[in-house]
């Protein structure tokens, strides 16, 4: 499967974005999907996951409340609403496609899958 992210872009603090992963060559619903960030000079990190069938997600404890992962298995699209947005949240967002199944904490490592990175940027 091939994951194309998009949707990100600079907006001020308080702000919202909303990230998309589009596959091609599987059905997305063969998966889980993953949303991680990697901020400059920081080592990639787990944001948020999301089951199959879109029934349950998990989120990082600094961004609960404030972002959701969603999917649409029909549209083969996964998204990631994100709102409140701060300057902490600057980085670059990938998704990623695996077989693993959602936990609130997950590795790089149990995605097998991965789009090219969509930059975020929040200005304070």
């Known amino acids: 499967v091939q994951l194309q992210a998009s949707g990100g872009g600079l907006v001020q603090a308080g702000g919202s974005l909303k990230l998309s992963c589009v596959a091609s060559?599987?059905?997305?619903?063969?998966?889980?999907i993953g949303w991680f960030r990697q901020a400059a000079e920081k080592e990639r990190e787990f944001v948020s996951s999301i089951s199959r069938s879109g029934n349950y997600a998990y989120e990082l404890d600094s961004v609960k409340g404030r972002f959701t992962s969603s999917r649409d298995n029909a549209q083969n699209t996964a998204y990631l609403q994100m709102n409140s947005l701060k300057p902490e949240d600057t980085a670059v967002y990938y998704c990623?496609?695996?077989?693993?199944?959602?936990?609130?904490?997950?590795?790089?490592?149990?995605?097998?899958?991965w789009g090219q990175g969509t930059e975020v940027t929040v200005s304070s």
């Open positions: 060559g599987r059905t997305l619903s063969t998966y889980s």
């Open positions: 990623a496609a695996g077989y693993a199944p959602p936990s609130p904490r997950m590795g790089a490592d149990e995605f097998r899958f």
